[in-house]
């Protein structure tokens, strides 16, 4: 099995910054993607960042400029830097990945979620 583990998240006040951690184990022969997302109270969970194998990234258009996401391939594990928040960006904070756990099988799989609160 395949487990991802968050960390990092918290309180901050606006203007501020927190880094995301989400480290993979178990069962990986390559990992094709790995990324965020958040989900706000009575919203829908959305894409922030996505960062392939390969190193392409991808970002909501309201993020953009203010996070980055990056990737530590020896360690399975991918970052996301947030500067500049807001009181909008506060949710539970998801990590996402897509792990062959064979050459020929391909899952997704979810971390626990971390919250991020940002206070104004």
């Known amino acids: 099995q395949v487990q991802l583990v968050e960390s990092g ?3 901050v006040q606006s203007g501020g910054s927190l880094r995301l951690s989400c480290a993979a184990s178990g069962r990986i022969f390559s990992i094709p993607a790995m990324g965020w997302y958040r989900q706000a109270p009575g ?3 959305e894409l ?7 190193g392409r990234t991808n970002y909501a258009d309201s993020v953009k400029d203010r ?3 990056s990737k530590d391939n020896a ?3 991918v970052y996301l830097q947030m500067d500049s928040l807001k009181s909008e960006d ?3 904070y998801y990590c996402n990945a897509e792990i062959k756990i ?5 899952k997704n799989y979810w971390g626990q979620g971390t919250q991020v609160t940002v206070s104004s």
């Open 48 to 54: 922030v960042a996505v960062i392939t194998s390969g």
């Open 90 to 92: 506060t949710a539970v």
């Open 43 to 45: 919203k829908q969970r």
């Open 102 to 106: 064979t050459i020929l099988i391909t």
């Open 9 to 11: 998240g918290g309180l």
């Open 75 to 77: 360690k399975n594990t």
């Open 67 to 69: 996070f980055t996401i």
